[in-house]
């Protein structure tokens, strides 16, 4: 039976970008590259017998069944427990429910949760690595190294190394819902690091300045024309409809400013690689045509989403690959 230390989070978690160092984001993407290249059979014994559990609060599409097809190419065996079919509808805790899963032979679990700073807590209860699959309007950190990995490939970068000029040059623009997305948190402390230049645009009501502390290496500009025309990639964000508590906003005059159409597209940014973390709601933030185009790498996104995921469930339980 192993020890588990109650005050220390086990090295294999993924909590956050903002303690990664970046010889971690290094060897994450060096062992994406390695993981891609091995034969499936040899890939499918590095966690045969393990036991991954996916634990998730609220919806997804992408991040949990990434992580559920990363862990079953590696060999393990994972498990779901979503808040709407398990006993947390009966209220069990979080510290209960990490507690069982570790007693039924978890070895590492995913955690997507509707609370910021989820994932340490459990990670310290269970003393499991604990991966954080989207935390409230905290971080996504997965999501941060796959978008990095799409920014290396389709920007013809070396994808199997990070160092802090690896996005020297690069201006990433993250437009829309700043306010309520843990995607353009993790993504601007992760991208100037790496040397990228960050603008955030968006209206006062979901880019609001006495919320944010900006960084070296990240601006803001509200005018979304003039932003397009500096960026090399745009990240488009979904307004969280579920998370505006309150909020009120015109979404005819949101699409007017802040839409990225293909007319905008073209005129201003017609070289620049678009991206979209998901969900992505067509005629709103994004128009079809740019969704679909040339220039989008959201399926990229999506595909190397899996890949990120094995590296990083092989880091989890520190397996050599
Ligand atoms: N990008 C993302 O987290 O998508 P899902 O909510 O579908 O997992």
């Known amino acids: 039976m192993p020890s588990y230390n ?10 956050s970008v903002e303690h990664l160092a970046i010889s971690e984001i290094s060897d994450i993407l060096a062992a994406t590259v390695r993981l891609e290249a091995m034969p499936r059979p040899e890939r499918a014994k590095l966690l045969a017998g393990r036991k991954v559990a996916l634990l998730f609060y609220e919806s997804s599409t992408r991040t949990r069944t990434s992580f559920e097809l990363a862990a079953k ?7 779901l427990v979503s808040d709407k079919s398990s006993s947390i509808e009966k209220g069990e805790s979080l510290k209960d429910t990490g507690l069982t899963l570790r007693a039924l032979g978890a070895e590492a679990i995913i955690l997507r949760h509707n609370y910021s700073g989820a ?22 950190p997965s999501q941060a190294l796959l ?6 490939l389709r920007l013809a970068l070396d994808p199997s190394t990070a160092h802090a000029a690896s996005l020297r040059g690069v ?3 993250i437009a829309g819902d700043i306010r309520h997305s843990r995607v353009a948190r993790s993504n601007a402390m992760l991208l100037p690091r790496l040397g990228a230049r960050v603008i955030l645009c968006g209206p006062e009501a979901l880019l609001p300045l006495q919320a944010l502390g900006l960084a070296d290496g990240i601006e ?19 307004i969280q409809k579920e998370r505006l508590a309150g909020l009120s906003l015109d979404l005819a005059r949101y699409i007017d400013d802040y839409q990225l159409s293909s007319e905008r ?4 940014a017609s070289k620049a690689l678009v991206m979209h973390p998901g969900p992505m709601i067509r005629g709103l933030e994004i128009a079809g045509e740019v969704a679909d185009g040339p220039q989008s790498a959201i399926e990229d996104q999506v595909r190397h989403g899996l890949a990120i995921r094995t590296a990083l469930l092989i880091r989890a339980l520190e397996v050599k690959a």
């Open 6 to 15: 109650s005050n220390a989070c086990h090295p294999g978690s993924l909590l």
């Open 73 to 79: 190419s590696l060999g393990a065996t994972t498990t």
């Open 119 to 140: 994932p340490e807590l459990l990670a310290r209860f269970t003393g499991l690595p604990v991966l954080n699959a989207g935390d409230g309007m905290h971080e996504h």
């Open 147 to 152: 978008d990095l990995r799409t920014m290396l």
């Open 171 to 173: 201006t990433v623009l």
């Open 220 to 238: 803001i500009e509200r005018d979304f024309e003039k932003a397009l025309a500096q960026a090399n990639v745009v990240m488009m964000l979904r």
């Open 265 to 268: 597209l073209a005129t201003y």
